[in-house]
């Protein structure tokens, strides 16, 4: 063009075009990792319009930087097709940016459209400038403006793609020299385009333009660099919490975990025995001097539970175990507690209960345990031995109270398990 650039002006359109590129580094890579789909998409949409922002604001700066004097401002029509293609621009970064793979037969339509509209990027802010006569181009450096701009598309794809698979350590470092070197290089297309325009001896601006000079040099470029650190900022803020609320659930469910683990049966679902004897344990302890109110324990065990396992199979009898313990709990009240106390055997928890109303509990689970299982279309016979114990007629202690409810057991231990397929041997105690 044969004009002598505005050094400072030049800086300011390096800046905020070193500054877009970051922003579509930093807010592509964090935004492509984010959950649910719509906060994703919140990201990509603001790193689109805010580096598309940057990057057209930069192209009329480099414009503004070579100081023509005829020229004074930009006009509409040139400036929205430059418009168009900065988002074109930002739009095929985030693509290679956010894609977990960028394979060969993405790569040709990602680089025709990064090139395309870097092209339009730039010509259409040279056709913003209304000049009479209007700017020419000479053929072989505008081709060699083309080529330059699908070699540093073809760059900047390459790099935006491999960052996020191969960066490692500090990646705000590498963002940051990615960035300043890809900056250059597209600024580089633009000095290229600049230099394969001609503008004819004489030419004068034709009309009052839409977007007057001044603005796109001292205000531009500074406010679109401001508003792209600020939206990366809100982005890292907002990062940083859903990290928090991540991690936050994550120790939840570990703790959760644990305490199933802890606290409930993995077969039947049910509480297990830790967690019955500290029920059973703080059921016992005094409230402010005074006895604990009388409350039941109810024990039952399989006891043909060797021989169902040697039939079955263990994965059969876990099956049959888990639809007891559904059946068991429709037993369970309000208040009380069901628990798998061991391989063979199950025990309950009955909070303020009298003597007649554990005995009427015993009948109840009795019943219940009559109702015949089938696994495989084939009825599982199930031989019980029931017992009960009560507070504090059955003692004061866990084990005095689950040894009283566990006596039946005891006394039916030398005796052979019943045998048979047609239904459930029931064999009971009375309350101590």
């Not at 935004?31 to 990509?44: C, D, F, M, N």
């Not at 930002?90 to 956010?98: H, I, K, M, R, V």
């Amino acid at each position: 063009m044969g004009v002598t650039p505005d050094r400072a002006l030049a800086l300011v359109c390096y800046c905020t075009c070193a500054v877009a590129v970051f922003a579509l580094l930093d807010l592509g890579e964090r935004a492509a990792t984010l959950e649910p789909r719509w906060r994703r998409r919140k990201w990509l949409l603001a790193a689109l319009l805010g580096a598309a922002a940057g990057l057209w604001t930069a192209g009329l700066i480099g414009i503004r930087a070579l100081a023509w004097p005829a020229v004074d401002g930009y006009g509409l029509g040139g400036a929205a097709w430059s418009a168009l293609g900065a988002l074109g621009v930002a739009a095929a970064a985030l693509y290679s940016t956010s894609a977990r793979t960028l394979p060969q037969t993405r790569l040709a339509p990602a680089l025709a459209v990064m090139a395309g509209s870097m092209a339009a990027l730039y010509l259409g802010g040279l056709a913003s400038l209304r000049l009479q006569p209007p700017i020419r181009f000479s053929t072989l450096p505008l081709a060699a403006a083309m080529l330059t701009a699908a070699s540093v598309s073809l760059l900047a794809l390459a790099t935006f793609a491999s960052l996020r698979r191969y960066a490692r350590g500090n990646r705000f470092a590498v963002h940051i020299a990615a960035a300043l070197v890809l900056a250059a290089a597209i600024c580089a297309v633009q000095f290229a385009f600049l230099h394969a325009a001609r503008a004819a001896p004489g030419a004068v601006e034709s009309g009052r333009p839409a977007i007057p000079g001044v603005w796109a040099g001292a205000v531009l470029g500074p406010v679109a660099a401001g508003l792209l650190i600020i939206l990366m900022l809100l982005s890292r803020m907002e990062a940083q919490v859903v990290a928090e609320r991540q991690a936050r659930e994550r120790q939840r469910l570990a703790a959760e975990s644990i305490r199933r683990v802890t606290y409930f049966d993995g077969v039947t679902g049910l509480p297990n025995r830790s967690q019955f004897s500290e029920a059973l344990i703080k059921q016992l302890i005094s409230v402010n001097g005074r006895m604990p109110p009388p409350f039941g324990v109810l024990h039952a065990e399989i006891r043909n539970y060797a021989q169902l396992l040697e039939r079955l199979g263990q994965e059969r009898l876990n099956r049959v175990l888990a639809r007891l313990a559904q059946q068991l709990s429709a037993t369970v009240h309000p208040g009380d507690l069901l628990a798998r106390l061991s391989h063979d055997s199950f025990v309950y928890l009955l909070r303020r209960r009298e003597p007649s109303e554990v005995q009427a509990a015993l009948d109840a689970v009795a019943a219940a345990l009559q109702v015949p299982l089938q696994d495989e279309g084939e009825p599982i016979a199930l031989a019980w031995a029931l017992g009960s114990s009560h507070y504090p007629g059955g003692g004061n202690s866990t084990r005095m109270l689950l040894r009283a409810a566990m006596k039946p057991q005891r006394e039916f231990l030398n005796e052979a398990p019943p045998a048979g397929d047609s239904g459930a041997a029931l064999l009971t105690g009375l309350p101590c």
